[in-house]
């Protein structure tokens, strides 16, 4: 099972359908993001067979230049969003690492860290505008198709609406990670201190396979 079959047989469906046409109305006369090209980018940089680690976001930042396809990411030379900054900062205090001065996961994404928002478009300034339209259908096929993937996965679940898809993950190949959102409002409810991105290799390295570099 690869990205392209999922998305070939979502695209029949009539949902599917309806939310491309609603997607091509949008970007006529409104500023959307992230741009066409970058769309899809979380699965074009991680391949569902090389995926390790699943981090689940909700939708794309919704500021100028921004969004680039991957979540709680941003683009070289945009600011590093609040949320970022927190997971930085966990990153460096459970592993003793020191993280970049940029806030792109491009290099996390190549090493097998899928960063899925499961809405993928966002109208500018707008946060959550594309929510219903039929893209929560479409990742949640996704992510019930990573589910049955064979290899070891780990889930890392921030907050309610990341949680929300535990239900789904059913498969005891796979590690499940929870703790609070990231976002400096939740971030002290568990977030912080928790280590998950330590857990998360560990968990790799249990299982034989090469760990995550978070830093770049």
């Given amino acids: 099972m690869t990205f392209k079959d999922i998305y070939h047989q979502e695209s029949e469906k009539p949902y599917f359908q309806q939310l491309k046409t609603f997607i091509q109305q949008e970007r006529l006369n409104k500023t959307i993001y992230p741009k066409k090209d970058d769309l899809f980018k979380a699965f074009d940089l991680t391949p569902f067979d090389q995926i390790k680690v699943v981090i689940i976001g909700q939708d794309p930042y919704h500021g100028e230049g921004q969004a680039h396809g991957l979540c709680f990411s941003v683009n070289k030379g945009i600011q590093i969003p609040p949320s970022l900054q927190n ?19 491009t290099h996390w994404a190549k090493q097998g860290v899928l960063l899925l928002n499961t809405i993928l478009t966002v109208e500018a300034n707008k946060p959550l505008s594309h929510q219903n339209k039929g893209w929560e259908t479409f990742t949640l096929e996704i992510i019930k198709a990573i589910n049955r993937l064979n290899q070891p996965i780990c889930f890392l679940l921030f907050g309610a609406h990341a949680r929300s898809f535990k239900p789904y993950l059913t498969n005891p190949k796979h590690c499940i990670l929870e703790t609070s959102h990231p976002s400096p409002l939740s971030n002290y409810r568990g977030f912080s201190g928790s280590q998950v991105f330590l857990k998360c290799n560990q968990f790799l390295q249990n299982q034989g396979v090469q760990t995550i570099q978070w830093q770049e």
């Avoid at 997971?87 to 996961?105: F, Q, T």
């Fill in 87 to 105: 997971i930085y900062k966990e990153i460096e205090s459970s592993l003793g690492v020191k993280m970049p001065k940029h806030g792109d996961l």
